[in-house]
C-alpha cells in the first residue's frame, strides 16, 4: 500500500512539473504587442528545507548598489559562494561580509572581459539599472541586461534573476526608456531562459540606503505605506491611479525570494509581483 501511494504522489508531482513547463512555453508574450502580460497567478513553490550544494555560487550584477548589496549578504547567509560584477567593482563597504564576496569590475555594455565573471556561476541574479535620458535608461536596463542575459545562456548557466520593476501607469510614459528597458530584457529571459527565469516586479523598495557616508532610513516612509496599501489591492485596478497605489517592499524581502528564485530548484518560473514578494519572503527558511 505504502509504494502505491508513494506512486500516485510522484505522479502527481509530476503533472505538476508538467504544468509548470507549459506555462514556461506560451504564457507570457502578448500576440499584439510583444510585451510581457499580467504577471502569473501561481501557487507558492513547495518549501526546502536542506542546505544548497556547497557548488552553488552565486553572480550578482550591480552587487555593490542598495538592492544588489542586501542580495549578496543575503546570498551569504544561505551559505553560497558570491561573486559581484559592477562597473565600479569592489564598494567601500566596510562591512565584514562583503569582504566574502568576489568583486569584479566590468561593463555590460563594453567588451567580452566581464564575461570572466561567469566563471563557475551556477545561477545569476541581475540588479542592474539606472535612470537618466530615455536612450541611456534603455541601455543600462534593456541592452546592459540582454548582454548578460546571452552570455549567461551560452555559458549553460541555468537560472537567471532579474530584478524588473512594477507598472505604474502614467510613470511609465514619463520614464519611457526605463520601462522599455525592462520589459525588453524580461521578452530575453523568456527566449534564453524558458523555464529557468524569474522576474521580481517591486514597486518601490525601502531599507537603509547609502548615500556616500550617509545612510538614509527610507524605512521610516515605505513601511507604513506597505502596511496601508497591502490591504488595497483592488484599487489597482483603478484607471489612472490605480497602479500609484502599488505597496512598497522592504529590500530584505527582495533580497530573500531574488535568492530563493536562483537556487531553489521547485520555485515555478515566471514574473512575480509585489504581492508574491511578500508573500514568498514570509515563508519559512529554505
Same mark, same amino acid.
Given at each position: ?35 510581457? @502580460?499580467? /504577471?502569473?497567478?501561481?501557487? @507558492? ?33 544561505? *551559505? ?8 565600479s567593482g569592489k564598494p567601500s563597504i566596510k562591512d /565584514?561580509?562583503?569582504?566574502? $564576496? ?25 540588479? #542592474?539599472?539606472g535612470f537618466g535620458s530615455n536612450t541611456f535608461m ?30 505604474? *501607469? $502614467? ?45 538614509? /532610513?527610507? *524605512? ?7 502596511? #496601508? ?9 483603478? /484607471? ?13 524581502? $527582495? ?32
Amino acid at each position: 500500500m505504502s509504494r502505491l501511494i508513494h506512486s500516485r504522489l510522484s505522479l502527481s508531482r509530476l503533472s505538476c512539473s508538467n504544468t509548470w513547463g507549459s506555462i514556461g512555453r506560451g504564457r507570457y508574450l502578448s500576440t499584439e504587442s510583444n510585451k510581457i @502580460d499580467e /504577471p502569473l497567478k501561481v501557487e @507558492d513553490a513547495e518549501t526546502i528545507n536542506t542546505p544548497p550544494p556547497a557548488s552553488e555560487k552565486v553572480l550578482v550584477l550591480g552587487g555593490n548598489g542598495f538592492v544588489g548589496s542586501h542580495i549578496c549578504k543575503e546570498a551569504l547567509d544561505r *551559505g553560497l559562494s558570491v561573486a559581484s560584477l559592477s562597473r565600479s567593482g569592489k564598494p567601500s563597504i566596510k562591512d /565584514p561580509w562583503a569582504n566574502k $564576496v568576489s568583486w569584479h569590475q566590468g561593463d555590460l555594455l563594453s567588451g567580452d572581459s566581464w564575461k570572466e565573471a561567469l566563471n563557475e556561476v551556477t545561477s545569476v541574479i541581475s540588479c #542592474v539599472g539606472g535612470f537618466g535620458s530615455n536612450t541611456f535608461m534603455y541601455k543600462i536596463n534593456g541592452t546592459a541586461n540582454i548582454n548578460a542575459v546571452r552570455a549567461a545562456a551560452e555559458k549553460g548557466i541555468k537560472r537567471f534573476v532579474y530584478i524588473s520593476a512594477s507598472d505604474f *501607469g $502614467v510613470i511609465n510614459y514619463l520614464l519611457q526608456g526605463y520601462y522599455e528597458g525592462k520589459r525588453a530584457t524580461e521578452t530575453e529571459l523568456l527566449t534564453k531562459f524558458p523555464y529557468g527565469h524569474v522576474i521580481l516586479r517591486p514597486g518601490f523598495i525601502y531599507g537603509t540606503r547609502r548615500v556616500g557616508n550617509m545612510k538614509l /532610513p527610507l *524605512g521610516v516612509i515605505g513601511s507604513p505605506l506597505e502596511m #496601508v496599501l497591502q490591504y488595497a489591492k483592488s484599487l489597482n485596478q483603478i /484607471p489612472v491611479i490605480g497602479p500609484l497605489l502599488t505597496p512598497p517592499v522592504d529590500v530584505k524581502a $527582495v533580497a530573500k525570494v531574488a535568492v530563493r528564485g536562483a537556487i531553489d530548484p521547485v520555485f515555478p518560473p515566471g514574473i512575480v509581483d509585489v504581492y508574491g514578494i511578500r508573500r514568498y519572503s514570509q515563508q519559512k527558511a529554505f
